[in-house]
């Protein structure tokens, strides 16, 4: 079983900078792949960003490409998303998610076996 516990939202004003962490325990963190989906009240959860096993590979959609990057330590079991440029529209409950790399789809939230509680992310304007 694959464990995620996200932490690093906030609440912080348009233009600011935030990085969310997600810890992964449980099974080799070197061999999943690894996204963030984000969901805002009343609308379905939506892709932000993912990475491949090996760090090589990096997917970003396209609302937050330039502003968000998200990247990967192996040592530490951890996956960060480090938000740049926040909007009031990046507001959200953010999730951290894992998947076994079979070469599908980075942004399909359906493709992820394990997810974690989420964290809450608030900009203002």
């Known amino acids: 079983q694959v464990q995620l516990v996200e932490s690093g939202g906030g609440l912080v004003q348009a233009g600011g900078s935030l990085r969310l962490s997600c810890v992964v325990s449980?099974?080799?963190?070197?061999?999943?792949?690894l996204g963030w989906f984000r969901q805002a009240p009343g609308k379905e959860r939506e892709f932000a960003a993912a990475i491949s096993w090996s760090g090589g590979s990096t997917y970003y959609a396209d609302s937050v490409k330039g502003r968000f990057t998200i990247s990967r330590d192996n040592a530490k079991n951890t996956v960060y998303l480090q938000m740049n440029s926040l909007k009031p529209e990046d507001t959200a409950v953010y999730y951290c998610a894992a998947k076994y790399s079979t070469g599908r789809s980075h942004s399909a939230a359906y493709e992820y076996n394990y997810w974690g509680q989420g964290t809450q992310v608030t900009v203002s304007s």
């Open positions: 449980g099974r080799t963190f070197s061999s999943l792949d």
